[in-house]
């Protein structure tokens, strides 16, 4: 198990390898669809960003209302391919490092992580209460009109983490799936 | 004629759309139990026990098993000797999901217009499915979708000559296009047969079936093994890290259909298998 803490920076990427297991403290920032989409859209017309992504790791979620009392509600990853179409632009000219989701990305993705040293994390599909212990702080910090896809700042200690993706284009999804196929050859 | 008010109906449907979103059935698991001790991978074996802590959490402390808490579905199967007194039914069950998602705290999903895309703030509407049965009871099925494993589904029309085959590979081909995106182990409902829409709402229907049911005619409960079999030898695994397990169940609803055609419909569904519901 790998310890790291948000900020990231290209050595500390550089270290992560498809597979590795990580355990990642710190602040991260959330974004679904529609704040990429916005992102992206206020970067073309040359406004100023709500949020400074240099070094930072976007958690894939649109979590549930937090219940009284609580941080937040349920909160696991959404599939990351829908983001797919912004990400580059994120990584290439937003400083963007890290993204945590789930599910497999595009080669134009990978390319960018490759040449920019970013990381792809993927977290539990599906285990959104397992997840939000973890998260120690959430506040709304961009987009509040979005709702559940909102931009928060998320506070998190030991979130469980594997890297999907490395920063030499490594995927564990090809290599697990590899190893335990067993198909018939006249399937 | 038995009378049923419109605000009882709201009441059930409200706390159905929480209690699905928190608990799962009994069949879910014996499931996943199963799947851990068929699990080769440690790492799958992992992800297992993950799921199930998760669901134990979400059972013990209400938060949502996923944050995905998806479009409400509800099937309405209404007794025709029924009459719906005090409202509109439809807008009764809409007033159920609006109060169940606000009192469980779930995540509204909903958008209004699909390319306008505002979201609607009450995850209505729901998505309401009547039929119309014989007898004086109301049953409510409330069967959360959320979008991951929802996008990962597919409709095609195939040639009567594609045969058991043709059904076989396009189920395939289905899971393997999605591999880990429908957070895997997934159910896979398949409609087979009626025509374009008939069998769509037949692979919905056959994600409500418990799980290691079959289906009660022979040659298709033998189809739904032989596709479980090939489908967890594509090596996917749990959460498509590699493995054995890539799906708990597949479950096959049947249609007569016409003499040119043999649509087959795959509902894909994530291990979270939500439904629950209750008879008035």
Redesign the interface.
């Known amino acids: 198990m790998t310890e790291i803490k948000t900020p990231l920076d290209s050595e500390v990427v550089d270290n992560l390898k498809a597979g590795d297991r990580v355990s990642l403290s710190g602040v991260i920032l959330t974004g679904r669809d529609?704040a990429h989409k916005s992102l992206v859209e206020a970067y073309t017309a040359g406004q100023d960003l709500p949020v400074d992504l240099r070094g930072q790791v976007i958690y894939y979620?649109?979590?549930?209302?937090?219940?009284p009392g609580k941080v937040i509600?349920?909160?696991?990853p959404?599939?990351s391919?829908r983001m797919d179409p912004y990400t580059p632009l994120l990584i290439r000219e937003l400083g963007l490092k890290g993204m945590i989701g789930?599910?497999?990305r595009s080669q134009q993705v990978i390319e960018a992580m490759k040449e920019e040293k970013a990381v792809y994390f993927?977290a539990?599909?599906?285990?959104?209460?397992?997840l939000?212990?973890r998260i120690k702080k959430a506040e709304v910090v961009a987009y509040p009109e979005?709702?559940?896809?909102a931009i928060y700042r998320l506070e998190v200690s030991d979130f469980p983490l594997?890297v999907g993706i490395d920063c030499y284009g490594r995927n564990?999804?090809e290599?697990?799936?590899?190893?335990?196929?067993?198909?018939?050859s006249n399937? | 004629m038995k009378e049923i008010c419109a605000d009882e109906i709201t009441k059930v449907v409200e706390n159905l759309c929480v209690d699905a979103c928190t608990k799962l059935g009994k069949d879910w698991w014996q499931a996943i139990d199963d799947a851990i001790s068929h699990e080769?991978?440690p790492?799958?074996k992992e992800?297992l026990q993950?799921?199930k802590?998760?669901a134990d959490?979400?059972a013990s402390?209400?938060?949502?098993?996923?944050?995905?808490?998806g479009m409400a579905v509800v099937f309405l199967e209404l007794g025709q000797d029924v009459r719906i007194t005090g409202g509109n039914l439809y807008d009764a069950v809409n007033e159920g999901v609006r109060r169940g998602y606000v009192k469980g705290?779930?995540?509204?999903?909903v958008v209004e217009d699909p390319l306008m895309?505002e979201?609607t703030?009450d995850n209505t509407p729901a998505i309401i499915h009547v039929d119309i049965v014989p007898g004086s009871d109301l049953r409510i099925i409330v069967a959360p979708k959320g979008?991951?494993s929802e996008?990962s589904s597919a409709l095609k029309m195939l040639k009567p000559a594609d045969g058991k085959e043709g059904v076989l590979k396009f189920v395939?081909e289905t899971v393997e296009a999605t591999?880990?995106?429908a957070?895997p182990p997934m159910v896979i409902g398949v409609g087979l047969g009626g025509n374009l829409e008939k069998s769509a709402l037949l692979a919905k229907k056959a994600l409500l079936r418990p799980l290691g049911e079959r289906n009660p005619i022979p040659h298709i409960a033998q189809l739904e093994e032989e596709i479980l079999e090939?489908v967890n030898?594509?090596?996917?695994?749990p959460?498509?890290?590699?493995?054995?397990v890539t799906a708990l169940d597949v479950h096959i609803e049947v249609y007569p259909t016409h003499i040119a055609s043999l649509p087959v419909a795959v509902n894909i569904q994530?291990?979270?298998a939500r439904h629950a519901e209750a008879v008035l």
């Not at chain 2, 402390?61 to 808490?69: H, S």
Request: hydrophobic share 30%.
């Open positions: 529609a979620v649109g979590p549930c209302p937090a219940k509600g349920s909160a696991g959404t599939t391919t789930k599910g497999n993927l539990v599909g599906g285990a959104g209460a397992y939000a212990k979005f709702g559940p896809e594997i564990i999804y290599e697990g799936k590899k190893k335990y196929r067993r198909m018939p399937a | 080769e991978s790492l799958g992800m993950i799921i802590e998760n959490l979400a402390t209400g938060e949502a098993i996923c944050q995905d808490t705290y779930l995540r509204k999903s895309r979201n703030g979008a991951g996008n395939l591999g880990p995106n957070c090939l030898m594509t090596g996917i695994g959460q498509g890290l590699g493995g054995r994530c291990h979270a």
